[in-house]
T-cell receptor, first 115, second 113 residues
Framework: DAGVTQSPTHLIKTRGQHVTLRCSPI?????VSWYQQVLGQGPQFIFQ???????GRGNFPDRFSARQFPNYSSELNVNALLLGDSALYLC??????????????FGSGTRLTVV | QKEVEQNSGPLSVPEGAIASLNCTYS??????FFWYRQYSGKSPELIMS????GDKEDGRFTAQLNKASQYVSLLIRDSQPSDSATYLC?????????????FGRGTQLTVWP
């Protein structure tokens, strides 16, 4: 059974460009979450989508946007790239629970380098 | 702003020793806590979860939770060089049913042979 898949694995972009990162959730999961991990820091929450609707947004500028498709896959878009956007972008999937949340598995991540 | 603090390390222990990793959190209402292991250049891997006060053991790993002190710890017994990694403490946002996590900065652990 496939886990969370992300693409591309690595990419290099120039300041000012835009980038699209993709994520496919675990089969049956309807929620996708995006995190940014800058070198030396813990992951920071960017977005969470459930059933194609945004359910949460972290403290990131409007240059960051995301969407979720009918098949529950998701895209993270970043416009007007800055050097500080260089990071590992992580995607995780989950499903809504009515009780205790048991944690989720991250995809392998996309390493973005902005030069 | 909810905060998760970890002892910054790096922590270095000899093979076979017990490694102790600590974490405190600011939101007293938090209910779910996780430890992730992250090898250099890789994504975080969930290794332990804990929800109730006390200890939870899984193999060589023991997670400890004290909600009154807002403190979570991870003990690694019989440490192996393969345990060398960064360990991230994560706390679930109170009320989140979809799992919004707050992470600490991580503690880098080195186990030397």
């Amino acid at each position: 059974d496939a886990g969370v898949t992300q693409s591309p694995t690595h990419l290099i972009k120039t300041r000012g460009q835009h980038v699209t990162l993709r994520c496919s959730p675990i089969s049956g999961h309807k929620s996708v979450s995006w995190y940014q991990q800058v070198l030396g820091q813990g992951p920071q929450f960017i977005f969470q989508y459930y059933e194609k609707e945004e359910r949460g947004r972290g403290n990131f500028p409007d240059r960051f946007s995301a969407r979720q498709f009918p098949n529950y896959s998701s895209e993270l878009n970043v416009n007007a790239l800055l050097l500080g956007d260089s990071a590992l972008y992580l995607c995780a999937s989950s499903d809504k629970v009515t009780g205790v949340f048991y944690g989720y598995t991250f995809g392998s991540g996309t390493r973005l380098t902005v030069v | 702003q909810k905060e998760v603090e970890q002892n910054s390390g790096p922590l270095s222990v000899p093979e076979g020793a017990i490694a102790s990793l600590n974490c405190t959190y600011s939101d007293r209402g938090s209910q779910s806590f996780f430890w992730y292991r992250q090898y250099s250049g890789k994504s975080p891997e969930l290794i332990m979860s804990i929800y109730s006060n006390g200890d939870k053991e899984d193999g060589r790993f023991t997670a400890q939770l004290n909600k009154a002190s807002q403190y979570v710890s991870l003990l690694i017994r019989d440490s192996q060089p393969s345990d060398s990694a960064t360990y991230l403490c994560a706390v679930v946002d109170r009320g989140s049913t979809l799992g919004r996590l707050y992470f600490g900065r991580g503690t880098q652990l080195t186990v030397w042979p």
